[in-house]
């Protein structure tokens, strides 16, 4: 018996000094894990804030992005733009997240961008930006927060292989304009255009201080032709459209209609609207806005800084295009039809300073 109780406290002792050892062993191995581990957790704290840091501050302070124009309608156009692709962005070594931002990984990202009468432009009008440009965007809104913006100001790039304005003309292959007349198979559309042939190069200078020209065109309506707002018969004479060509159109009198958008809102970055005089002060027009006898009648201001111009908008076979030529306030009379742009609001307004008082002279 005594044998028997030896037997099983030696056994007894062996177990505890067993589990003793374990334990021992156990704790200097989740020491030693410990030392291997932490050391590879707080690199990997390190780069999560120095990526989350990066992130914050492009998230917080970029309100420019450079893209491509794809499409343009009215005063909102779609650009396509490079913007730091955050994803391949959190895989960069701390060192890599140091570098310029020029040169953090990119993706491309789909903007619609919005001109209003505060919009600053350098080199290109609204007007004159044509699918295919590149063009630098100064926002009022946080481009990686909102993929609409508000422009705040508006650079058009110069291409590397731009030589002259004949460059520029060849790619211009579509119009917009108020329809003059429209027929069975076509519509007489009047566009403004910078003239090109007397400008070497459109991307420097004043766009506002380019000379101008007065175009008719006759654009033809195919069974290919896309309609995509108005079929044809729903079109009003006063309408502003969109016409696209496969060819350049800015050296021709008319084209076939690969496609025609509108109506649209005039091209342009400053409220404005067409009407006629209908009294006139010494430095004031009165002007009813053209939509039948139910036009609200604007008290217009002209300036010394109003620009005042004569276009001719009638179609003449012969004689397609016609100069915009400068003209004084003497010259407008009581029921010329006019069009005029303004700084203004004009839709919270009836007095206003006018921008541009142009006068249609069908003389």
């Known amino acids: ?36 581990v932490v050391p590879r957790t707080d690199v990997s704290v390190k780069m999560s804030s120095a990526y989350l840091a990066v992130k914050k501050n492009l998230e917080d302070n970029t309100k420019v992005i450079k893209g491509v124009v794809i499409s343009k309608k009215g005063n909102l156009f779609t650009i396509q733009a490079e913007v730091v692709d955050f994803l391949k962005l959190s895989a960069l070594t701390e060192d890599e997240l140091h570098q310029k931002i020029t040169d953090f990984p990119t993706t491309k990202k789909s903007y619609k961008v919005l001109v ?29 927060k909102s993929d609409q913006l508000n422009a705040s100001k508006i650079v058009a790039v110069k291409p590397e292989d731009f030589s002259s304005s004949k460059d520029f003309i060849d790619k211009i292959k579509d119009i917009s304009g108020e329809i003059k007349e429209i027929n069975s198979n076509y519509l007489l559309v009047g566009v403004t255009w910078m003239d090109y042939t007397k400008i070497k190069d459109p991307f420097s200078g004043d766009p506002k201080a380019f000379p101008k020209i007065s175009k008719n065109y006759k654009v033809l309506v195919g069974d290919k032709t896309q309609f995509m707002d108005n079929k044809l018969k729903e079109f009003k004479v006063g309408d502003f459209v969109r016409a696209f060509s496969s060819a350049p159109v800015y050296s021709v009198n008319e084209f076939t209609a690969t496609k025609i958008e509108g109506p649209v809102k ?16 010494a430095d004031k027009l ?51 039809q006019v069009w005029i742009i303004s700084r203004d609001e004009i839709e919270n307004k009836t007095e206003i300073d006018a921008e541009v008082v142009s006068v249609e002279n069908p003389s």
């Open 286 to 336: 009165i002007v009813r806005e053209k939509n039948g006898s139910n036009g609200r009648v604007y008290t217009v201001r002209v300036t010394s800084t109003t620009e005042i111009d004569k276009i001719n908008p009638s179609y003449d076979p012969s004689k397609q295009i016609e100069k915009i030529t400068k003209i004084n306030f003497s010259d407008i009379q009581v029921n010329d």
């Open 116 to 144: 209003n009468d505060k919009t600053q432009f350098e080199s290109l009008s609204l007007e004159n930006l044509l699918e295919g440009m590149t063009v630098v965007v100064d926002t009022e809104n946080l481009v990686y």
């Open 266 to 281: 005039i091209e342009s970055h400053l409220p404005n609207f067409p009407g006629q005089v209908i009294n006139k002060d």
């Open 1 to 36: 018996m005594e044998n028997k109780t030896k037997y099983i406290l030696t056994i007894t002792g062996i177990i505890i000094i067993s589990l003793i050892v374990f334990d021992v062993y156990q704790q200097r191995t989740i020491t030693s894990l410990r030392k291997d």
